[in-house]
């Protein structure tokens, strides 16, 4: 069974892993980028490296780079006069120089991804959304647009913010691969990633939608428990935005392209008043920090 | 007494070591920035660090990097499919990620150069030769041109050369503070680098030569004992370029610009065949792998 997931961070990277943990799964993930960024002179791909490192099952703690990683560059970086808040730890850094240096060279980060998927061990098709840059930048009311990077890490994602854009979006194409894993899914998940913030850039590049369109069948899992995200910013975002709390949320965010969204238990009580929708809505358990339980939740929407 | 010294790397940086250990000297380097490239994506200076490494007394016995580095990166860097012949221990990549980071946010190279100094406690007034882009570049007969970062570091410059050329240095000004420091010296020391490699790329710059030409007295060391230098391919250098061997070889690199010229005590016999030269000629123990004997040779100098 040919099942493509679109994903951002730790969320939609541990829904992932359950995926990649069944035998009758072929699995391609679609993974944002519009939250790469150019960091002390560095590529860097956060989402990317977040897909990887999960599948690899060697993710860090912290919701980013790798577990046990040591830290010998950054606390040297932090005697100079230089804002540090990204911090990347030693092995991480590999990685980002491998990237900067391969992309230079002019490899596409399409034949980056694949040759850093290898390394890690990673069978799963690991698929950037583009090979073309994308940035997602947020709006604050009394700042102006920001870099997602500055809005997530700097700030820690503290501001509301009242819009939300993807700049280079139109002028970019999908990486090679992905219309035809897409469309030649049998099912596509869109996975408990922050909709406007990690997959919304996905969908803003040209064709992408398109396809949702014409896919088999497209399943959505909300990032909210309770209505709120286990962490990061999903339930602000959506609020700044001008969207519905909870589940409406989250059904008015992908508006005409789910067939059905999964909703963790905790938000069965959301199913009866969405009963306007044409998305069928399911109710499983979604918390998935634990490889088991993903691997549970990954079954259960192949089964569907 | 003001000194200025041109330097390249190790050689010159020893001898910047002896100056800057001598307290009636106010001491200025202009070092080669020839050597700089783009290495993983990162904005190298390894003559500037080899300076500044060696004036902190931190500088590592390879000839580049720092002392009782780590090597977290390189080690994971290894087992992506990428070169890694060009070594960046963890500390050392934290000051070329810093470099980096502030080139691209505006800085100059000599804004950088300062900050870098001071945050290894040096007191010298280390200057890029420019702020400007000059790459050094060697010709191969049966290549033609390479980088120097790749002729010699990646080939362990064991390649014969026929040719030098400095992309870039046409277009270069000096950067600020350099033809002050020139002409404004008691003493110009031209260090025991390789003259056509470290030294001729300073001299390319568009002012450098003229304002040496206006300074109260050049010294140059010669980078020679008994002939050949103690590392590197200054002798074969010189050879490839059709220059005589020796210490003739070294007037002639510099031809018109020294008033004296101190070679080793292991060239003494070369004074004599060298008589026709209009530089004066002394020898001297110039073997300063040792503090102690580079501020030895330092005070001799000073004082001649």
């Known amino acids: 069974m040919k099942v493509t997931a679109l994903s951002g961070g730790v969320g939609g ?27 002390y002179g560095l590529n860097v791909s956060p989402d990317i490296d977040t897909v990887i490192y999960t599948l690899a099952e060697r993710e860090g703690s912290q919701g980013w780079g790798l577990a046990d990683d040591t830290d010998e560059v950054m606390e040297a970086l932090e005697k100079f006069p230089l804002d540090t808040w990204f911090r990347i730890g030693d092995v991480d850094l590999a990685t980002n120089l491998f990237r900067t240096a391969r992309l230079r060279s002019g490899w596409t980060l399409s034949q980056v991804t694949t040759a850093q998927a290898a390394v890690f061990g990673v069978q799963t098709s690991v698929l950037p959304a583009s090979d073309d840059p994308i940035r997602t930048e947020v709006h604050l009311p009394d700042e102006g647009w920001l870099s997602f990077q500055t809005y997530f890490v700097d700030r820690m994602h503290q501001t509301p913010i009242d819009d939300v854009r993807f700049s280079g979006g139109w002028a970019a194409s999908p990486a090679p691969g992905v219309i035809e894993a897409i469309r030649g899914a049998d099912m596509v998940v869109i996975g408990p990633s922050n909709p406007p913030l990690s997959i919304w850039p996905i969908l803003s590049i040209d064709g992408i939608a398109d396809a949702l369109g014409g896919a088999k069948r497209v399943v959505g899992v909300s990032p909210l428990f309770g209505g709120r995200p286990l962490k990061g910013p999903a339930d602000q975002v959506l609020k700044g935005l001008g969207l519905p709390d909870g589940t409406a949320g989250i059904l008015a965010a992908y508006d005409g392209l789910l067939d059905e969204l999964v909703v963790d238990t905790a938000d069965m009580a959301d199913l009866a008043a969405d009963a306007t929708t044409d998305v069928e809505l399911r109710a499983l358990p979604t918390r998935i920090s634990e490889p088991e339980a993903a691997v549970a939740l990954a079954a259960q929407l192949v089964a569907l």
Do not use: M
């Open 13 to 39: 990277a541990r829904l992932l892993r359950g995926l990649a943990g069944l035998d009758e799964v072929e699995l391609s993930a679609v993974v944002n980028v519009g939250d790469d960024d150019i960091i």
